[in-house]
């Protein structure tokens, strides 16, 4: 298969991870004989500080023009602390999201054993979680009508019949192959746009009857991701709803440098990790590279190439059974490995097995 790669690092640890995650892929690629080429862009704080724009044109360009974007992270303090800075690193991720149709963000929340323990909740509890979010990502308050002066603000969290429906089949589609078992998160005791969630939801539930959907507010919901996590299989939910359960659930697993997740929708799908772009760690070859080789994994499953993706998770979990770990998870005593060795480690793996 011919692959044509955006490959977008960002800020901070962003082009240390995307190095690594490159390298897996093009292994991969190698061993399995498809043909991929990658076409950089700049996006964050890297490009506002280039061109003043944390999502050029440019940019767009070429993620419009590739099968796929690889993306890092984004972010830099020197925006987080001052509020009067115009454009923000942040907006280039959400331009990214809007001009790309990306309305469907998957997040999977998986545990590793190995690394059980690092989980703030008992052992008993979180062995053995394993559940999608699917977050909508295109509509609500992030993108709703805003308005603020200095008595009086507010963010409009608006959702259309149409922007719903097409969340929801996605989110059947993940149940269907799953453990067909669909919980839709809502607010609907409070919220409007909770409210037609909830109707359209019940609507589409009518037409996949071998699915069980249950319906649950948002605030049970948080409740008990941390009391009984094994109770999800698929999560669907708004917008600002999916970004907070989200970080709640990357938590749980003990292994929030392990997260992937891809975006979908109209345009070039988008493959990440969940987690930010760490600036205190920048240059230190310490962050963990595995979010973004396993968001590689996941942008070979979207293409169907099951094997290739299957590969690259067992030579992750390969290198965390021989402890070939980034500081974070290091087991005591055992050899330093920095990004790039485990990086290395993990493309040797790749081409050897
Ligand atoms: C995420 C992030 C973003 C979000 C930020 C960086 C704008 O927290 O991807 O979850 O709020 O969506
Ligand atoms: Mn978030």
Redo the contacts with the bound molecule.
Sequence with gaps: MDLKIAVLPGDGIGPEISEQGVAVMTAVCEKFGHNVSYEYAICGADAIDKVGDPFPEETFKTCMEADAVLFSAV?DPKFDNDPTAKVRP?QG??AMRKKLGLFANIRPVETFDCLIHKSPLKDELVRGADFICIRELTGGMYFGEKYQDNDKAYDTNAYTRHEVERILEVAYKYAAQRRKHLTVVDKANVLASSRLWRQVAKEIAAKYPEIETDYMFVDNAAMRMIQDPKFFDVMVTENTFG?IL?DEGSCITGSMGLLPSASTGEHTPVFEP?H?SWPQAKGKNIANPLAQILSVAMLFEYFNLKEEGALIRKAVNASLDANVRTPEIQVEGSAHYGTKEVGAWIVDYVKNN
């Design positions: 972010g942040e991720l959400l970004d989200t969940i930010g």
